[in-house]
């Protein structure tokens, strides 16, 4: 247990439905990565967070949005969902030790898109 | 435009043996990181090491190493004595860090697996 959860585990929807996938790091953790990991376009970073803060973008659609709340948790909004959205979100909480960072991955929030 | 690639699609190998996983990265930048990251038949995802590109020191835990060079762009990760549980997918990453583009780019990945 890498004590990074993320909820749902699972979601089926629909096109053109919304969703929000929530990431809690593990305590104390103030980093938080978002990636997605399709069958078409392997494995992406979306985007991270540090403190509330957004710290780096990388391959997010626009019709997606994240948020990191006070408390440190992360939310993953995704709107206007398309077939090729169905893919596993995996979010990770990180801490930074002497320069020595070590990434700790949530189990993955699996999205179905029909 | 930063790239990683890494050639070998599937490798198989027999328990015990050694095998080396390559990774190529193209960068423009002089400071980046380099990912290495496990994922298992499970799904999970495994993060195993981030080197900055200013060390270039060899990195060794326990079965597990990795070899920086520079001088061909090359971050490679060697399993020493290899173990059926070290049957995964690996994906190799760069990230450029530089000021809020620090995005992380990943490989396709390399299948690896280690038969009985």
């Known amino acids: 247990d890498s004590g990074v959860t993320q909820t749902p585990k699972h979601l089926i929807t629909a096109t053109g439905q919304r969703v929000t996938l929530r990431c809690s790091p593990r305590s104390g953790d103030l980093s938080v990565y978002w990636y997605q990991q399709s069958l078409d376009q392997g494995l992406q970073f979306l985007i991270q967070y540090y403190n509330g803060e957004e710290r780096a973008k990388g391959n997010i659609l626009e019709r997606f949005s994240a948020q990191q709340f006070p408390d440190l948790h992360s939310e993953l909004n995704l709107s206007s969902l398309e077939l090729g959205d169905s893919a596993l979100y995996f979010c990770?909480?990180?801490?930074?030790?002497?320069?020595?960072?070590?990434?700790?991955f949530g189990p993955g929030t699996r999205l179905l898109v029909l | 435009a930063q790239k990683v690639t890494q050639a070998q699609t599937e490798i198989s190998v027999v328990e015990k043996e050694d095998v080396t996983l390559d990774c190529v990265y193209e960068?423009?930048?002089?400071?980046?990181?380099l990912f290495w990251y496990k994922q298992p038949p499970s799904g999970e995802l495994v993060f195993l090491i981030r080197r900055n590109s200013f060390d270039e020191q060899n990195e060794i835990s326990g079965r597990y190493s990795w070899n920086f060079q520079k001088s061909t762009s090359s971050f490679n990760f060697t399993i020493t004595a290899s173990q059926v549980v070290d049957s995964a997918v690996y994906f190799c990453?760069?990230?450029?860090?530089?000021?809020?583009?620090?995005?992380?780019?990943f490989g396709k990945g390399t299948r690896l697996h280690i038969l009985p």
């Open positions: 990453a760069l990230s450029e860090a530089t000021d809020r583009d620090d995005k992380i780019i």
């Open positions: 960068t423009r930048d002089t400071t980046y990181y």
């Open positions: 990770a909480s990180s801490v930074s030790h002497r320069g020595i960072e070590t990434q700790y």
